[in-house]
């Protein structure tokens, strides 16, 4: 079968665990019906009913009404499976926009932004057609300095994810686990001293984006 051919995921609808999750419906609401007549017959035979009971029929309302809304994703459970390779080529992708918002590099590391844009300009996907904007609320310098040093740093990490086969691809969590499941790289004779380069970069970008809130406050 030709990958063109193959659908990009299937759906399946989980009969059995259907037919539970909608007894299981049924029978607890019919419980819940009559826990409420009990509980309005009771208020009509109280001349005027007490704060406290009124305040627990309210809680037994909202934890009810909660219950409610979280039957709706058990009402049909399904399973799907995905066919990574019925993706059409390269050139018949459409271009995807990648939106990442920031408002306060107070409250938002910058550092942590920065591996986030990081990881969506690294992402698998033809980078003709890969659009990644970082929308700043603050308009901050902090931020802006951050991301002139991220699109240094870039240039030599997409290349290294490229060539490698980098799986994670987020440079925070690269090269801070000292677990790194790199044997098949190894194997190609430059993977260690591109590595060791990647680490004296990314150490040093870490640096600047570290210091660089305190530096411009003053």
């Known amino acids: 079968m030709e990958s063109s051919s193959l659908p990009l995921h299937l759906c399946r609808p989980q009969k059995l665990s259907a037919t539970i999750n909608r007894l ?5 609401i019919i419980a819940l019906l009559g826990h409420f007549y009990y509980r309005t017959c009771s208020f009509l ?3 005027p009913p007490s704060k406290l009971h009124i305040l627990v029929f309210a809680s037994e309302l909202l934890l009810s009404l909660l219950w409610l809304f979280h039957q709706a994703y058990l009402w049909r459970p399904v399973s799907r499976k995905v066919f990574p390779e019925g993706l059409p080529e390269n050139k018949l ?7 990442i918002c920031t408002a306060d ?14 990881s969506a300009m690294a992402l698998d996907y033809p980078p003709e057609k890969l659009h990644v904007y970082l929308s700043d609320d603050a308009s901050s310098s902090v931020t802006l300095q951050a991301m002139r040093e991220a699109c240094l740093f870039s240039r030599s990490w997409l290349p290294f994810c490229s060539k490698f086969g980098i799986k994670s691809r987020c ?25 060791h380069q990647f680490i004296q970069n990314h150490e040093s970008n870490k ?4 210091f660089c809130p305190n530096n411009c406050c003053h």
Do not use: C, G, W
Not at 105 to 117: F, H, I, S
């Open 171 to 195: 440079p925070k969590a690269y090269f801070a686990d000292q677990s790194l499941e790199y044997d098949e790289e190894r194997e190609n004779p430059e993977f260690d001293e591109h590595l």
């Open 93 to 99: 992708l459409p271009a995807i926009d990648v939106f």
């Open 105 to 118: 590099p107070k409250k938002e590391p910058t550092l942590e932004v920065m591996n986030t844009v990081l």
């Open 24 to 28: 299981y419906f049924l029978l607890y």
């Open 45 to 47: 035979q109280t001349t």
């Open 207 to 210: 640096s600047i984006l570290l």
